[in-house]
């Protein structure tokens, strides 16, 4: 970005921070969401039409991304600030009832908790997984709200307070609405693209980015078993492995230029993807929950070395669910079994009702308000706008 553009944005920045915090914002500031980056606005949108649609309640939409699409939102009670390097400023001075973010690890670093202890910090979740093992130790720790995705969030949350001497947090049974959209749009998908007699299943290869992850572990043996059968087989590398790992992604490329099944995908938006992919292939990446409980297809997983943020994870004593849930929507493999993959893709066809049952288990037991989660989730905000 040119100075030029650099400096525009500042002022944009500036201009909205101020904006904010004018009086004739007043009502709109009750009810803040706070977002780092365009993506987030997923994980929000359902409980905001909620919201829209069942109160009369402005909302104020903080972002750092001035391509964020909630400025194309089409509802005058949203109304969105960019305040992009202004947050430490203005978190301090928020004196609104309910700010909403989905970012870890609040009062630590950058973005602290306001000192008004009137306003109620609420955490949405951006994944499944558990809350002690890929996150900071303490991520959650000054937040006054948490909304739940299943039952491991409560009990890691409740233990963590007991074991570590914390004040409790409201805990509110929530669920995943995100991943009831990908559910919904897996149906449509299915109507309008029906299975074709004798054509080639798809694998996605998608893994997670990081020194263990498949592209840097095994990436060369799952070619090599996977070039002599009939799947056609996509390479899809996380958008962090690309930005930093250029060199890999090259070499990638390069050794499966000439293998006719083999294709390296970097097109996230029309490419292969949980919808149109038969079988999907990871690590520890978070789009096995998205794929299994989505499409309500099973996984195949590569026991990479696992990546651990938090070394304190053992001491609560409690399973991760990103652990136990492996061989409960799919199979997890060692490095040294890839060459049983072909068997385990014919088995996951051949006893593909087996793994769905287990999948749709999995999901009703550790997912709250499966397909009514936004709802609830708003009337709960709602209410606490209002205390």
Not at 132 to 150: E, R
Not at 260 to 288: C, K, R, Y
Request: glycine share 4%; hydrophobic share 40%; net charge neutral.
């Amino acid at each position: 970005m040119s100075v030029t553009g650099k400096i525009s944005l500042f002022f944009k920045a500036l201009n909205d921070f101020n904006r904010f915090f004018e009086e004739s914002n007043r009502q709109a500031r009750t009810l803040v969401f706070y977002s780092e980056n365009g993506i987030y606005l997923r994980y929000y949108e359902g409980l905001i039409r909620e919201i829209l649609n069942k109160s009369d309640l402005e909302i104020s939409y903080l972002t750092a991304d001035i391509n964020d699409p909630i400025f194309r939102f089409e509802n005058k009670r949203i109304k969105p600030f960019f305040i992009r390097n202004f947050e430490a400023s203005l978190f301090p001075k928020l004196d609104s009832k309910v700010v909403v973010m989905t970012l870890p690890d609040l009062n630590r670093f950058y973005i602290k908790k306001t000192t008004n202890p009137d306003v109620n910090h609420v955490y949405v979740f951006h994944a499944i997984g558990s809350t002690h093992l890929q996150y900071n130790f303490g991520a959650f720790d000054y937040y006054d709200a948490i909304f739940c995705v299943g039952p491991h969030h409560e009990a890691e949350i409740r233990k963590s307070e007991a074991l570590y001497g914390l004040n409790p947090k409201q805990l509110f049974q929530f669920g995943y609405p995100y991943l009831e959209q990908v559910y919904l749009e897996h149906q449509k998908y299915l109507k309008e693209n029906p299975p074709k007699t004798g054509s080639k299943k798809k694998v996605l290869i998608a893994p997670t980015w990081g020194k263990n992850c498949i592209l840097e572990t095994c990436i060369n043996q799952l070619i090599s078993v996977l070039q002599k059968t009939d799947y056609e087989v996509y390479v899809r590398p996380h958008p962090e492995f690309v930005k930093r790992r250029g060199k890999v992604v090259n070499r990638i490329k390069n050794k499966v230029k000439n293998i006719p099944n083999i294709h390296l995908e970097q097109d996230l938006v029309s490419g292969i993807n949980v919808h149109n992919a038969d079988f999907l292939i990871t690590d520890w990446s978070g789009i096995a929950f998205e794929f299994a409980f989505g499409t309500e297809r099973p996984v195949l997983f590569i026991n990479t070395p696992l990546k651990i943020d938090n070394p304190k994870y053992q001491e609560l004593g409690l399973e991760p669910l990103e652990i136990f849930s492996r061989n409960r929507i799919g199979l997890a493999v060692n490095l040294e079994q890839i060459d049983q993959i072909e068997q385990i893709l014919a088995s996951f066809n051949a006893d593909f009702q087996k793994y769905r049952d287990q999948i749709i288990d999995f999901r009703n037991k550790y997912i709250y308000n499966w397909m009514k989660s936004a709802a609830i989730g708003a009337e709960q905000i709602i209410e606490l706008c209002h205390q």
